[in-house]
């Protein structure tokens, strides 16, 4: 039962412009989202996060939109750049919910190309 | 600190072999994780220590495998009688005691010929 989903395996776009990337989670308890960037041989890079308590978290070029009653998150990238090119996961976390709140549920990922 | 240090980042093995891999966290983070990434999935928690102690084990995690973080710092990650099905990214992170700030290693990549 995927818990975190990422419905579309790839996204392109033209460079400068908006890159907007998707989740949909099930899991009620999850009060914490994060976005990880990862490059091919290499391990998953923090991006940006958001709590349950706020709608909207932005640093710099990257914001993350949350919206509880439906259960989705989105990343907006403006604007976008080659060097952005990567697989962007999204992750869950029960933070506050004790017991298991360190762990992480990833979904299976975006692959973001954007073109010159 | 140079961030989480994975070792070796590559590993190809035949089936039935042991192999063990080892993890350097950040120092002064108190957590460390395990996950497995296979190909065209997200990273799968495999396994987690808070300092010297394993506090959970996912059931993915079967009875070939085996992790220790001897003194709460570096961790190693051992498979036992390797199978086909065990090939993947092996990640490990660390983070501080509170927060779900991961940072990720590398990662070692397995292959099981």
């Known amino acids: 039962d995927q818990q975190v989903k990422q419905n579309s395996p790839s996204l392109s776009v033209q460079e400068g412009r908006i890159s907007i990337l998707n989740c949909d989670y099930t899991?009620?308890?999850?009060?914490?989202f994060l976005w990880y960037k990862k490059y091919p041989a290499e391990g998953p890079t923090f991006l940006i996060s958001i709590s349950s308590i706020k709608d909207k978290n932005e640093d710099g070029r990257f914001t993350v939109f949350l919206n509880k009653s439906a259960k989705h998150l989105s990343l907006h990238i403006v604007p976008s750049q080659p060097g952005d090119s990567a697989v962007y996961f999204c992750a869950a976390s029960a933070l506050s919910s004790g017991g298991s709140n360190y762990k992480l549920t990833f979904g299976k990922g975006t692959l973001l190309t954007v073109n010159p | 600190d140079t961030g989480v240090s994975q070792d070796p980042r590559h590993k190809i093995t035949k089936r039935g072999q042991n192999v063990t891999f080892r993890c350097d966290p950040i120092?002064?983070?108190?957590?460390l994780y395990w996950y497995r990434q296979t190909l065209g999935q997200g990273p799968e928690f495999l396994t987690y220590f808070q300092n010297e102690a394993q506090l959970e084990k996912s059931r993915l995690l079967s009875d070939r495998f085996s992790a220790e973080r001897p003194k709460g710092s570096f961790s190693t990650l051992e498979i036992q009688r390797t199978e086909q099905g065990d090939s993947a990214m092996y990640l490990c992170a660390s983070s501080p005691q509170f927060g779900v700030g991961y940072t990720f290693g590398s990662g070692t990549r397995l292959t099981v010929v």
């Open positions: 899991n009620s308890m999850f009060d914490y």
């Open positions: 120092s002064e983070h108190n957590r």
